[in-house]
């Protein structure tokens, strides 16, 4: 089953574009990889001009056919707020958005650990997922302090 998600990027005057992906949208699937591999607006600009299908955890990009089959189909919204609306666009179930300030925040249709109500830093977000480091044995494999394994 996919997890949808719509990927963008603010520009400086508060216009947003950016496009669709259609699997792993979850933040420990696509949002990591974009807080690690696209960071700059110049590179999600470049990723978001077609429809994705999937990004992998390397940062590749596996787009709807080869881009060149294709016109460029980049979306746009006139600001963050008609972006964080429109869910119901291609029914996705998270919203990243690289600010203008350089950070990556993420919105979330369902999700209880995400705000529904607007945009949460995606790095405090993933924090969040994280298990926490003291909770476990350093064991092989690894458990938790209750011996229940992590895997």
């Known amino acids: 089953m996919a997890t949808?998600?719509?990927?963008?990027?603010e520009t400086q005057d508060g216009v947003v574009y950016g496009n669709y992906?259609?699997?792993?949208?979850?933040?420990?699937?696509?949002?990591?990889v974009l807080l690690?591999?696209?960071?700059?607006p110049e590179a999600v600009e470049a990723l978001t001009q077609y429809d994705m299908a999937s990004i992998h955890e390397d940062g590749s990009v596996e787009y709807w056919g080869e881009e060149n089959d294709f016109p460029e189909n980049q979306l746009s919204w006139g600001n963050a707020v008609?972006?964080?609306?429109?869910?119901d666009q291609l029914g996705t179930e998270y919203h990243?958005?690289?600010r203008n300030t350089g950070e990556w925040e993420v919105s979330a249709r369902w999700d209880s650990n995400i705000s529904v109500t607007g945009f949460v830093p995606l790095d405090e977000v993933l924090t969040l997922l994280r298990p926490n480091p003291e909770a476990y044995e350093s064991t092989d494999p690894p458990t938790y302090a209750n011996g229940v394994p992590l895997f």
């Not at 992906?21 to 990591?32: L, T």
């Not at 690690?36 to 700059?40: E, G, V």
């Not at 008609?82 to 869910?87: L, Q």
């Open 96 to 98: 990243y958005l690289l």
């Open 36 to 40: 690690i591999n696209w960071n700059t």
């Open 4 to 9: 949808r998600s719509l990927i963008a990027y």
């Open 82 to 87: 008609e972006f964080f609306i429109d869910y």
């Open 21 to 32: 992906c259609h699997w792993d949208g979850y933040p420990s699937g696509v949002g990591q």
